[in-house]
C-alpha cells in the first residue's frame, strides 16, 4: 500500500493553467478508473473535485479537469483563482479492495 | 443537511485504547459504504478503513489490520473505530466519510474530523 506519487508543490498565477500528476501502479491508477481528487484548504476536511477520472460532482466549477494515461492520473485546474490555493490530493482503488492516497501537493497561487 | 459528526478522540497513551464515533443525518446511512481516514499532523491523508453498507465487506490499511476495528449500526445512523494497541504514529485527525458508490474512493461527504493523540 505504498502512496501515490503527487509533485509536493506547484503554482500558478491568476487566470493560468496548472497540472497536478499523480503516479500509481497497475494495481491502483492503472488498473482502474476509479481516481478521485481532493481539496484541502488549511483546518478544513476535504473536499471531492473529481472522481471516476474525470467527472466533477455537482457545484465543482468546470475549471476542474481530471484525466488518466496509463498509471499516471493529472487534474487540471484553469483559470486559476486565489481561492484555489490549498492542497490537493489524489485517490485511487486499489486491487486489494482499500484505497490509497498521494502524499499532497500544495498549489500556490502567485 | 447531509452531516457527519465525528466524536470520541482525546489524548490516550501509548497501548491505550479508543473508541471513535461518527453520527451520520440527512442522509439514508444503511444504503452507503463508510470510511476512516486520518491526518496526522502536518501530513496527507491515509486511508484507514471502509465497511459496506450492511458489514458484510470491511478492509482495513495495513499500518491498522489487527489493532482497528471498524463496525457500523445503522438503526442509530452511526459509524465506529475502535482503536487499540494505539502507537503514537497513530496521532492524527480521524475523519469519517461516505462513499457513495461502493469501492470507488470517491468519499463525498466528510466530517470534520475528531484528534487523537497518542503520548505519554
Known amino acids: 500500500q505504498s502512496a501515490l506519487t503527487q509533485p509536493a508543490s506547484v503554482s500558478g498565477s491568476p487566470g493560468q493553467s496548472i497540472t497536478i500528476s499523480c503516479t500509481g501502479t497497475?494495481?491502483?491508477?492503472?488498473?482502474?478508473?476509479?481516481v478521485s481528487w481532493y481539496q484541502q484548504h488549511p483546518g478544513k476536511a476535504p473536499k471531492l473535485m473529481i472522481y471516476?477520472?474525470?467527472n466533477r460532482p455537482s457545484g465543482v466549477p468546470d475549471r476542474f479537469s481530471g484525466s488518466k494515461s496509463g498509471n499516471t492520473a493529472s487534474l487540471t485546474i484553469s483559470g486559476l483563482q486565489a481561492e484555489d490555493e490549498a492542497d490537493y490530493y489524489c485517490?485511487?482503488?486499489?486491487?486489494?479492495?482499500?484505497?490509497?492516497f498521494g502524499g499532497g501537493t500544495k498549489l500556490t497561487v502567485l | 443537511e447531509v452531516q457527519l459528526v465525528e466524536s470520541g478522540g482525546g489524548l490516550v497513551k501509548p497501548g491505550g485504547s479508543l473508541r471513535l464515533s461518527c453520527a451520520a443525518s440527512?442522509?439514508?446511512?444503511?444504503?452507503?459504504?463508510m470510511n476512516w481516514v486520518r491526518q496526522a499532523p502536518g501530513k496527507g491523508l491515509e486511508w484507514v478503513s471502509s465497511?459496506?453498507?450492511?458489514?458484510?465487506?470491511?478492509y482495513y490499511a495495513d499500518s491498522v489490520k489487527g489493532r482497528f476495528t471498524i463496525s457500523r449500526d445503522n438503526a442509530k445512523n452511526s459509524l465506529y473505530l475502535q482503536m487499540n494497541s494505539l502507537r503514537a504514529e497513530d496521532t492524527a485527525v480521524y475523519y469519517c466519510?461516505?462513499?457513495?458508490?461502493?469501492?470507488?474512493?470517491?468519499?463525498?461527504?466528510w466530517g470534520q474530523g475528531t484528534m487523537v493523540t497518542v503520548s505519554s
Open positions: 440527512g442522509f439514508t446511512f444503511s444504503s452507503y459504504s
Open positions: 497497475s494495481s491502483d491508477v492503472g488498473g482502474y478508473n476509479y
Open positions: 485517490s485511487s482503488y486499489t486491487s486489494s479492495s482499500t484505497v490509497v
Open positions: 466519510a461516505r462513499d457513495p458508490v461502493a469501492g470507488t474512493g470517491a468519499f463525498d461527504i
Open positions: 471516476e477520472v474525470s
Open positions: 465497511i459496506s453498507s450492511s458489514s458484510s465487506y470491511i
